[in-house]
């Protein structure tokens, strides 16, 4: 058996993964002084750029932050955790311009986003009588919307968004697109990501007697439009981008433009296509655009504005942008594997990531099977390489809800029964590697190696298909505290020995560095190394009901939106035991 923790011994080939030729690539930004016709012969002009200094943390800057919540063994409602085992992506969005269908076409599209979020869907369009209409609802796309209320969004202009949320009874109202009227019209706002400065601007506009309908930081963005007095509308939004700070990939519509938006580190994806009658959408991945047969363009590149109207598309320049800082997790995880995302094949960099684990973390086996449904296409790498044959050792059911019936006698491990069943024909006196994307508490992991060995597993090794997650996201992915994550508290072989497998291996982050090649340093790792490209100035809190279950200071009526500021350079001591806090310092 190879060594569970350590395969620095091993020869490490030299890998690519080359952006697919078939695809435009990024480039510069660029500011054009007109309009023009077709985006997709834009000249590549560099944007003025300036020597931004950025000074990393060297770690998460809340990690050593213990959380006061612990929960009895016997506690039931850890049956349910399992949907929480991993990191969410919290938004998708969409957007179309020049359609006579484009709610129905942002309908569509947000069907393929809905892997991006689950807990509420909305749409805004733009009537004959350049009125914005809205409709937005707690659930899934098909649940939210039919076709009464899709033809109550006539017009060839709209923008959707898909939200996962932690649950309350405040969060219809969160559910985008927002729309608001200000004193040269309405505008109406779909974003994905997250403003760490988000409670400083709202103090601010609050002072200045600005009112807050709803606790997300999005509407801030509403307000600061609002009370622009750039001209004309599209350097309201400049302006309004130009206080942000974190990560934003914005769709924005007006009584007669679509304007899509990316913050200066791109952080989360944002691409333009274009319909064959000319219609031009925007979207969070392209998988959204091949369902309504948009052709991918291009991406919306970092700090740039595009505006879309009668007159064509026009590009700006938001800001100076510093070296781009996109979301690896986003090829790990979030994204389908069939969309391609900041010019790569999300495909080929998952297939890849599996080749490396079975070149450096090989072992001897008779099965390779994957975690469905995100590790599939690593398991596929790692079979391939390691010619040991791929076989579905773990069936999912997709018709599994949120909710469950409590059994009357508690039933080890049922939760994940009911989404993964063994097939004990694949595994029974096997050695089996299982692949799966990340582990993030560890809990659903455990259980899925219990699962397995009670099939007849004769060994049950883990590979793992991105380095071990240490520190939360600030950036637009819910993540836990980052006491929470196991990779953050455990060695590799303490790991293994919670989690009660044979053996566990990584994916080492110099691997998916040299992988990513000369454009490794635009990826964000944040969550692998606590380096923060953007240092998070407050604390996202999540809710479970009305109730946070990882709140690190204040009470719940003093927190407003799930945010509470960060206690910053400050030293926590850890002690033995588990939630509590021998000193804090200042």
């Known amino acids: 058996m190879a060594d569970t923790t350590s395969f620095s011994a091993l020869s490490k080939p030299s890998y690519s993964l080359k952006p697919n030729p078939q695809i435009p690539q990024k480039a510069p930004l660029f500011i054009l002084p007109k309009t023009l016709q077709k985006p997709s012969l834009f000249p590549q002009k560099p944007c003025l750029s300036h020597n931004t200094h950025i000074t990393l943390s060297s770690k998460n800057p809340i990690s ?28 998708g969005v969409v957007g179309v311009y020049g359609d006579p269908e484009a709610s129905r076409l942002c309908y569509l599209a947000l069907h393929a986003l809905q892997h991006r979020g689950q807990e509420g869907a909305g749409i805004v369009a733009v009537n004959e009588n350049k009125v914005l209409q809205s409709v937005t609802g707690v659930g899934l796309v098909s649940e939210v919307f039919n076709e009464s209320k899709l033809d109550q969004l006539p017009g060839d202009l709209a923008i959707g968004h898909v939200r996962y949320s932690t649950a309350g009874s405040s969060m ?18 779909a974003h994905n990501g997250n403003l760490v400065n988000y409670r400083k601007l709202r103090a601010t506009l609050e002072d200045n007697g600005s009112i807050f309908n709803t606790s997300s930081d999005t509407e801030v963005v509403l307000h600061l439009i609002a009370t622009s007095k750039a001209r004309p509308f599209f350097m309201r ?13 914005m769709v924005f519509v007006t009584e007669d433009k679509l304007v899509a938006v990316r913050d200066p580190f791109g952080f989360r994806p944002l691409v333009m296509g274009r319909r064959s009658n000319g219609a031009v959408v925007f979207a969070s991945e392209t998988c959204a655009l091949d369902l309504i047969e948009a052709t991918y363009e291009r991406e919306v590149y970092p700090g740039e504005v595009l505006v879309v109207d009668k007159d064509g598309v026009q590009s700006l320049c938001l800001m100076p942008h510093p070296e781009p800082k996109q979301c690896i997790f986003e090829h790990i ?3 389908l594997p069939n969309s391609v995302v900041f010019g790569r094949s999300v495909y080929e960099s998952r297939h890849v990531f599996g080749e490396i684990l079975a070149t450096e973390a090989p072992v001897d086996c008779d099965v390779v099977i994957a975690v469905p449904d995100s590790g599939v296409v690593a398991a596929l ?3 391939a390489k390691a010619g ?26 049922f939760g994940v029964k009911l989404k993964l069943s063994p097939v004990r024909g694949v595994l029974e006196g096997k050695r089996v590697v299982v692949v799966d994307d990340s582990i993030v508490r560890g809990t659903t992991s455990s259980k899925i190696v219990r699962l397995l060995k009670e099939a007849g597993a004769k060994e049950v090794h883990m590979r793992i298909a991105s380095p071990p997650i240490i520190a939360s996201c600030y950036y637009g992915v819910d993540t836990p505290s980052s006491e ?22 990584f994916l080492p982050l110099d691997s998916l560095k040299k992988l990513l090649g000369d454009e490794s340093p635009s990826f964000c790792y944040a969550c692998f190394s606590g380096n923060y490209p953007v240092q998070p100035k407050e604390v996202k809190v999540k809710r479970v009901g009305d109730f946070m279950d990882d709140g690190l200071n204040g009470s719940l009526e003093s927190i407003d939106g799930s945010w509470v500021q960060a206690p910053l350079n400050q030293e926590v001591h850890k002690v033995s035991e588990v939630g509590k806090l021998s000193s804090l310092q200042n």
Request: hydrophobic share 30%; net charge negative.
């Open 64 to 91: 050593d932050l213990v959380s006061t919540n612990e929960k009895s063994p016997d506690d039931f409602s850890s049956y349910f955790d399992d949907d929480d085992d991993k990191p969410r992506e919290e938004c």
């Open 172 to 189: 219809l109202k969160n559910v985008q697109p927002f729309v608001a009227g200000y004193r040269f019209g309405s505008v109406g706002v």
């Open 237 to 249: 939004i400049v302006d309004a981008c130009e206080k942000l700070e974190g990560a934003y990939s």
């Open 333 to 335: 995880y979030f994204s």
């Open 381 to 383: 790498g790692y079979a």
């Open 388 to 413: 040991v044959p791929f076989q579905q050792g773990l069936i999912r059911s997709h018709y599994v809800g949120r909710t469950f019936i409590e059994p009357s006698q508690k039933i080890r491990d």
């Open 484 to 505: 929470e994550l196991i990779s953050n508290r455990m060695s590799v072989e303490e790991i293994r020995e919670f989690i009660g497998c044979d053996s566990l291996a």
